[in-house]
């Protein structure tokens, strides 16, 4: 019994390793079901124990294959030495292991040791997303590597403007329990449904649910390559400004230009009558908006905020609201000074308002986002529908050469298809890109290059199915499949009973 536990445990560890593959910068989207495939097989047959711990093995694997770039930021950036940044990134898998280990438990103790047909049908696909959902929200939420995201360039991302990346994942955990019961069956029907389902989407994918609302707008992005490490060096910082208003000048044809979160690295007011107040006046002459990642102090309540200063015909700020833990704030001030990881520079972030009006660029309204707020689907749709287009500004610099940037670039694919709207996203480093109404990516720059990229934009209006109803759909969708679940199940217990 031990050994085959041994073997199920290895297995699932292989299966989550593998998952991360369907993901950027990989694109073997059909991984993702024959991963989730293999962790509902290996979850059947097995007391609630043994599934929490097969559970936590292919969590290790996923995360720890998945977002190994947390190694990156602590030991390269944080200054950590390896043991202790292996230790902190094992601590930080484990921690999201748990919550797959916690669902293998769960999902073993509602249904029989020995799955029926309708707990794979029903309540796996259902605990699948109730674990995404979960995992995309508690303790501030990190919905990196939903399994949905990775679909992007695959048939299922036809019904991303409908039901949202969420809804995605929903459609994998389906058609990995379809063809479980066909596997098990040999049932021709399961396999036509999942055919169905998949060609469904791809014929999906030919429609479009916005509609282009006047001009295109010429958009630059510079992209300054400023090191990470030298970054907030004071010595750095007139190179930096000069660096970013040069390229800036070389492109005023362009309605707008956005440089990256936190390009500039002083204080709005320090810099504000020497720099930011002749940068506008230079921006009015030449009808010309630009938007620029900088820090700001609120004098009144004495309140730093990560934000992004629009300069222009109209002036104003977009303060980041959903904020990164131990990169924009440390949770627990107490552990500043224990590494420097925990003492980053500017890492003492209030969040921002969430404010329903719209900063106006180039006389349009635009939804604006600073750095890892835009994978939070839900909070992307604050904009919707009155944002003409998307911008979001970040900086990958802390990942270096890792899965990071590319998995980030597609988690900004996906919010232009859920939302028919285009892109326009500035890194400091790269990946910067320009993103259409589809997802698709229509011009990018290379990473880790001193780059200035250039394109048309065009704003549209109108709502795809997910801005206008949500998660309504979905949640309604998973209701009924658990009440259906319930009743077969009762309906099982009671014909037991009675013989």
Known sequence: MIKTVDRGSLAALIAGALLPLSFSPFHYYPIAVFSLV?????????????????????GLGFFGVGISWIYVAIHDFGQAGWPLAGLMTFAFVSF????????????????RKHFSHYDILLLLPVM???????????????PWLEL?????????????PIIGVLGVSFLIALSASLLLITWQKKSVLTLIAIAVIWAGGQGLKQQQWTQAE?????????QGNVPQAMKWDPEQLFKTLALYEAKTQENWQSDLIVWPENAVTVFHHQAKELFFDPLAKSARE???????????????????????LLLGEQEGFYHKNHLVPFGDYVPFEWLRGLIAFFDLPMSAFRPGPISAELLRV????????????DIFSTEILRSLPEARFLVNATNNAWYGDSFAPHQHLQMSQNRSLETGRESVRAT????????????????????????VLTAMVQPRIGSTPYVSWGRWPLCLLSLFMLLLWAYYRQLNVNNRQAD
């Open 96 to 111: 999201l292991s748990l919550y797959i280990a916690v669902l293998g438990w769960l999902i073993k103790k509602v249904s």
């Open 428 to 451: 400091t480093n790269g990946i910067s890109a320009f993103i259409d109404h589809q997802g698709n990516i229509s011009s990018q720059t290379e990473q880790f290059e001193l780059a």
């Open 286 to 308: 030449n009808n010309t908006d630009i938007l620029l990642g900088l820090p700001v102090l609120d004098g009144e309540n004495n309140q730093y905020y990560n934000s992004m």
């Open 38 to 58: 293999a962790l509902f097989f290996l979850w059947n047959d097995v007391s609630p124990k043994q599934a929490a711990f097969r559970g936590f093995m292919f």
């Open 128 to 142: 699948w997303i109730g674990f995404e959902w979960f995992k995309s929200w508690f303790l501030t939420g990190l």
């Open 214 to 222: 006047g001009d295109e707008l010429q958009v630059t992005i510079i």
């Open 148 to 160: 949905g995201a990775g679909q992007i360039d695959g048939p299922l991302s036809g019904y991303t």
């Open 362 to 373: 180039a006389d349009q309204p635009v939804g604006i986002s600073i750095c890892y707020e």
